[in-house]
């Protein structure tokens, strides 16, 4: 599926952070101001109302990490999620980047879905991350989120049109 009203841009300095939805992804603000200080991040733009970001991170040798990706809860669903994923893939290709990596919960059997569709490879668990973490449990479809499950896609073989 795809928006055609909708853009992907560089949050602009004057756009204010769309706290909610980082925090949608991540409820750590603490952890979030520190990547999104560092990060690249880039919003998803429909009428003029922002409905979309994800952030990209740095992880030094050729490697990226998309640290926090979410979709306001009134426009999942569409195929917004998987566009900016592959949005995010694009430009770290673009940058330079030799891989990206993204990570979700145990518990996140849709996100896990999605990233795998989109090419992402399972490669490492974080063992009790959430639990290191995260000073509240975290919940996702019932489960107690526990352990961070690592995937990544290689940028070398991929080509775009
Ligand atoms: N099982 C299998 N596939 C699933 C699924 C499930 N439970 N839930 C979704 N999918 C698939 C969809 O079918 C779709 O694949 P398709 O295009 O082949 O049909 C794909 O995942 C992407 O769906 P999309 O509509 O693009 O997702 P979205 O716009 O709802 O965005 C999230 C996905 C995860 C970003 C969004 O739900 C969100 O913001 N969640 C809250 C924040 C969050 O959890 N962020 C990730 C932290 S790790």
């Known amino acids: 599926m795809y928006n055609s009203r909708m853009n992907i841009q560089r949050l602009d300095k004057s756009q204010a952070i769309p706290w909610d939805l980082l925090l949608l992804a991540d409820p750590s603000k603490k952890l979030v101001e520190e990547y999104v200080k560092d990060g690249l991040m880039n919003v998803a733009i429909i009428d003029n109302k922002i409905v979309a970001e994800y952030v990209l991170l740095d992880r030094g040798n050729g490697l990226a990490e998309v640290m926090n990706i979410a979709v306001d809860e009134k426009f999942q669903g ?53 639990v290191d973490n995260y000073d509240e449990e975290i919940y996702d479809n019932g489960v107690k989120c526990v352990d ?14």
Not at 93 to 122: D, M, P, R, W
């Open 78 to 130: 569409q195929g917004i999620g998987k566009q900016l994923l592959m949005h995010a893939i694009k430009t770290a290709k673009y940058i330079g980047f030799k891989i990206v990596e993204i990570g979700t919960s145990n518990a996140s059997h849709a996100q896990l879905a999605l990233y795998q569709k989109c090419g992402f490879k399972i490669y490492h668990i974080k063992k009790n991350f959430f």
């Open 148 to 161: 961070m499950i690592m995937l990544s896609c290689k940028l070398n073989s991929l080509s775009f049109h």
